[in-house]
């Protein structure tokens, strides 16, 4: 008995998750619409490098603001902004690259962080190290 296997076999180079990591953050004046952000220096191993601009809305920001505060933590507005647009400009980008999805002119911008049940703002302040992981 013979099995068919109708899925392409990926090359070992779409298997090798691209690996980029931040060297930079800069904030910088966004026009344009109630943002704050910056540009993202990324860097591959292989020395490349990319610069980007990644944003969040005011309304994005106001949401982290708010469970770090229910957590009790209360950090500035610019150690929010570094920590988590680093973090979700770096996954995000990765993402797209991997996905074949094209950036768009202005640049990544976090507008939604999936309404008022959503534990992302919660998980996003977590993995950036701004609250600690057993925050409730």
């Known amino acids: 008995m013979a099995l068919l296997s109708l899925r392409r076999h990926p090359s ?4 090798r998750p691209l690996a980029l ?3 930079r953050f800069e904030r910088a004046l966004i ?6 952000g910056g540009v993202l220096i990324c860097r591959c191993p292989d020395g ?25 933590v ?8 570094r920590c988590v647009l ?10 797209r690259l991997i996905d074949g999805v094209g950036l768009p002119s202005e640049g ?6 999936g309404g008022p049940a959503s534990s992302r703002p919660r998980w996003l302040l ?3 190290g701004l609250l600690p992981a057993n925050a409730a």
Do not use: H, K, N, P
């Not at 209360?74 to 902004?81: F, K, M, P, R, S």
């Not at 973090?87 to 990765?94: H, K, S, V």
């Open 12 to 15: 070992a180079e779409a298997e």
């Open 21 to 23: 990591r931040a060297c």
């Open 31 to 36: 026009s344009g619409g109630l943002l704050e």
């Open 48 to 72: 490349r490098e990319w610069s980007l601009t990644v944003a969040m809305t005011w309304d994005a920001l106001g949401v982290l603001r708010g469970e770090l505060a229910r957590a009790g």
């Open 74 to 81: 209360y950090e500035a507005d610019d150690t929010i902004l």
């Open 86 to 95: 680093r973090y979700w400009g770096i996954e995000e980008f990765t993402r």
């Open 108 to 113: 990544l911008v976090l507008a939604d962080l």
């Open 126 to 128: 977590q993995v950036c």
